[in-house]
Nanobody, 124 residues
Framework: QVQLVESGGGLVQAGGSLRLSCAAS????????MGWFRQAPGKEREFVAR????????AYADSVKGRFTISRDNAKNTVYLQMNSLKPEDTAVYSC?????????????????WGQGTQVTVSS
C-alpha cells in the first residue's frame, strides 16, 4: 500500500514557475515508477510526465516538453515536478501516481495508486 500526498500548487501568472512535490508513504517507494497527470475542468485526465524507479529515465507529454522537469529523491520518498514558463492552458488539478514497474506508463490505467491532487492555476 502506498499513500501519495501532493503539495506546491497555487496561483501563478503566465510565465511563472511552480514546483510540485509528491510525498509517498511506505518502504517500497523505490520499487515504483512515478507519474504526474493533470485534469482540467471538463476534460479527461492526461499524462504529463513520468520517471523510472531509479530516476534515470524520464518521459514528457509534448505539451510540456522543455518547460517541465520531473525528478525524484528515493531517500526522501518524494517525486517532484518543476514547472517553468507556465501557460494558462496548464491550469488543472495535478496528481501524482505510482506504478509497480521499472519505467512507468503514459496510460492512466497502468497506475496503482493516486494522490488527491493539487490545483495549479495560471493567470494570463
Amino acid at each position: 500500500q502506498v499513500q501519495l500526498v501532493e503539495s506546491g500548487g497555487g496561483l501563478v501568472q503566465a510565465g511563472g514557475s511552480l514546483r510540485l512535490s509528491c510525498a509517498a508513504s511506505g518502504r517500497t517507494f523505490s520499487g515504483y515508477a512515478m507519474g504526474w497527470f493533470r485534469q482540467a475542468p471538463g476534460k479527461e485526465r492526461e499524462f504529463v510526465a513520468r520517471i523510472s524507479r531509479s530516476g534515470g529515465n524520464t518521459a514528457y507529454a509534448d505539451s510540456v516538453k522543455g518547460r517541465f522537469t520531473i525528478s525524484r529523491d528515493n531517500a526522501k520518498n518524494t517525486v517532484y515536478l518543476q514547472m517553468n514558463s507556465l501557460k494558462p492552458e496548464d491550469t488543472a488539478v495535478y496528481s501524482c501516481a505510482a506504478d509497480w514497474s521499472i519505467y512507468g506508463s503514459n496510460l492512466v490505467d497502468a497506475y496503482d495508486y493516486w494522490g488527491q491532487g493539487t490545483q495549479v492555476t495560471v493567470s494570463s
